[in-house]
Protein backbone atom coordinates (compact mmCIF):
# COMPACT_ATOMS: atom_id res chain seq x y z
CA UNK A 1 0.00 0.00 0.00
CA UNK A 2 1.43 3.45 -1.22
CA UNK A 3 1.76 5.81 1.71
CA UNK A 4 -0.38 9.61 0.97
CA UNK A 5 1.35 11.54 2.89
CA UNK A 6 0.01 14.61 1.17
CA UNK A 7 -3.24 13.75 1.88
CA UNK A 8 -3.01 12.51 5.60
CA UNK A 9 -1.53 15.70 6.31
CA UNK A 10 -4.82 18.04 5.50
CA UNK A 11 -5.96 15.99 8.50
CA UNK A 12 -3.74 15.36 10.92
CA UNK A 13 -4.38 17.32 13.77
CA UNK A 14 -0.94 16.67 15.44
CA UNK A 15 1.23 19.97 16.55
CA UNK A 16 4.21 17.86 17.84
CA UNK A 17 7.19 18.28 15.44
CA UNK A 18 8.10 14.41 14.34
CA UNK A 19 9.35 13.03 11.51
CA UNK A 20 6.28 10.40 11.61
CA UNK A 21 3.46 13.42 10.79
CA UNK A 22 1.62 12.33 8.11
CA UNK A 23 2.90 8.83 7.91
CA UNK A 24 0.22 7.16 9.72
CA UNK A 25 1.51 3.50 9.47
CA UNK A 26 4.49 4.47 11.24
CA UNK A 27 2.32 6.85 13.99
CA UNK A 28 0.01 4.40 14.78
CA UNK A 29 3.06 1.89 15.00
CA UNK A 30 5.04 4.35 17.37
CA UNK A 31 2.49 4.77 19.54
CA UNK A 32 1.11 1.21 20.22
CA UNK A 33 4.24 0.00 20.97
CA UNK A 34 4.18 3.00 23.61
CA UNK A 35 1.14 2.20 24.61
CA UNK A 36 -0.42 5.20 23.63
CA UNK A 37 -2.94 6.44 21.11
CA UNK A 38 -2.07 8.92 18.02
CA UNK A 39 -3.03 12.57 18.07
CA UNK A 40 -5.76 12.23 15.75
CA UNK A 41 -8.22 10.61 18.03
CA UNK A 42 -7.70 13.54 20.48
CA UNK A 43 -10.00 16.22 20.01
CA UNK A 44 -8.00 19.36 19.37
CA UNK A 45 -8.16 20.63 22.90
CA UNK A 46 -7.03 17.02 24.46
CA UNK A 47 -4.12 17.18 22.13
CA UNK A 48 -2.61 19.97 23.13
CA UNK A 49 -1.75 18.77 26.16
CA UNK A 50 0.48 15.92 24.81
CA UNK A 51 -0.99 13.09 26.54
CA UNK A 52 -1.55 10.34 24.52
CA UNK A 53 -2.07 7.86 27.02
CA UNK A 54 -5.00 5.39 26.47
CA UNK A 55 -6.07 6.46 29.93
CA UNK A 56 -6.28 9.98 28.92
CA UNK A 57 -8.24 8.90 25.59
CA UNK A 58 -10.75 6.91 27.56
CA UNK A 59 -11.44 10.00 30.39
CA UNK A 60 -11.84 12.30 27.49
CA UNK A 61 -14.96 9.77 26.19
CA UNK A 62 -16.19 8.84 28.61
Do not use: Q, W
Not at 17 to 24: D, M
Amino acid sequence: MECRKEENLKNCNCTYNCSKKGICCLCVKEHRERKEIPACFFPKSAEKTYDRSIKHFVEINK
